[in-house]
């Protein structure tokens, strides 16, 4: 096979001939869908050689940019969207002489190469950053979806209508005005609630209990009762009608919270405010664990405190700077971290006195460095947002951050 005498110095590779003709064969790129990813299929057609010398570098962009628009309108990774250029390159040096291997006359690759890279440089990666906008958006949504579903389950957040702290001796509890703990609906003498140091009883009332009161989903019975706390995870839940009480405990004082699966808060819903999504603020922190874990005292709205275990800390990059914050384990047995903290938005959009962030563990556990996604597009509002009958967290005083954080839920009575 001969090449044209004019030709043949500069191509590198082989050309394709239909017959004797002096004419060149143009590939031609279309989308095809096929049980890989897009796969691409190459239609021919004859041109003369002649135009093969019209490439200019504004038409380079436009024509890279148009023929890379379709694969990252369909998200495949910046791999598959490379080996797709091979077909896309071709036309760039000879847009009127493209054979199906890529032949590029080195003196115009020298000539264009700069511009070429930098396109490819933007357009290359986007491959990969459409496909990740896509699962990130879809499962924050998600997220948002199970975050709002539990603040409305029948025990969830918003089902909070009160929190009664228990006096030493007896604390009546029912509906009439002669109890020390009122209630909104249920018997007018449902029980009597004894504290005596650190013991809360459950007695009858005088006319004892009412048969559809329910300790543990049994009738109710003289017993003593388990307080809900910073190490006892779980109280019985002592149910009557759409009402849930248990007793809890923080530091040395005693408490009845009260819930109803129709409280206002909850049949008058209208939805949570959040701000748009933003991947910038989701950022790879480094993990540095400590090894014992360090123990930090936690300040509360209601104004008590209590210790928790801070397992290691979480150092990323954000507006420049690195920053360092501390997450508490609440429970060993789960594998979830818990940071409280404070950024500048709570001033103005955001709920003032903390956000909640819950993230997985680190990628080699919680004794050795590795890393950690904070994805600060999930924080939370803690249950003092929504309600006053809540006792929660302050920031310690390292993970009160001067930057303003603006993703994530805002103020909820905002709203409401």
Not at 157 to 183: F, M, R, Y
Not at 206 to 225: C, I, M, W, Y
Not at 291 to 305: C, D, M, Q, R
């Amino acid at each position: 096979m001969k090449f044209p005498p004019r030709q043949s110095p500069q191509l590198m590779g082989v050309a394709h001939y239909r017959g004797d003709a002096p004419k060149r064969v143009l590939s031609e790129v279309h989308p095809t869908p096929t049980n890989h990813f897009k796969a691409y299929t190459v239609r021919e057609r004859s041109v003369r050689a002649s135009n093969r010398e019209s490439a200019e570098p504004a038409w380079l962009a436009r024509t890279l940019t148009a023929r890379f628009s379709f694969v990252f309108s369909k998200g495949l990774p910046s791999f598959a969207v490379w080996r797709a250029s091979l077909l896309f390159v071709k036309p760039l040096a000879f847009p009127r002489f493209a054979p199906h291997a890529v032949y590029l006359r080195m003196p115009r690759l020298q000539r264009h190469s700069r511009q070429l890279a930098a396109i490819l440089a933007v357009l290359l990666p986007a491959g990969s950053l459409f496909a990740q906008d896509g699962n990130f958006l879809k499962d924050l949504a998600a997220w948002r979806t199970a975050h709002t579903a539990d603040l409305l389950k029948p025990d969830g957040w918003l089902s909070l209508v009160g929190l009664e702290w228990l006096q030493p001796g007896n604390n009546s509890v029912g509906t009439a005005p002669d109890n020390k703990i009122h209630l909104s609906k249920g018997s007018a003498h449902l029980a009597v609630l004894h504290l005596e140091g650190e013991n809360v009883t459950l007695n009858p009332p005088a006319g004892g209990f009412p048969p559809d009161f329910l300790v543990a989903g049994a009738p109710a019975k003289p017993q003593s009762l388990r307080a809900e706390g910073n190490k006892d995870k779980f109280a019985p839940r002592m149910t009557i009608g759409t009402l849930n009480m248990y007793v809890i405990r923080r530091e040395s004082r005693f408490a009845l919270r009260i819930k109803d699966a129709q409280s206002p808060s909850i049949t008058g819903f209208h939805g949570l405010k959040w701000y748009p999504p933003d991947e910038n603020y989701r950022v790879i922190a480094k993990w540095i664990p400590y090894v014992p874990f360090k123990t930090i005292t936690l300040a509360t709205l209601v104004g008590t405190n209590y210790d928790q275990p801070v397992p290691g800390a979480a150092e990323f990059v954000l507006a420049g700077k690195t920053w360092r914050i501390e997450p508490v384990l609440e429970d060993p047995a789960v594998a979830k971290l818990f940071f409280i903290f404070r950024d500048t938005t709570g001033t103005t959009t955001t709920y003032g006195a903390c956000r909640f962030l819950y993230t997985g563990f680190p990628t080699n556990g919680l004794d050795k460095p590795g890393e950690l996604v904070l994805d600060f597009n999930r924080l939370e509002n803690p249950p003092c947002a929504y309600t006053p009958y809540s006792t929660c967290p302050l920031p310690p005083p390292g993970n009160r951050l001067p930057i303003p954080l603006p993703v994530g839920e805002q103020r909820y009575h905002d709203l409401n």
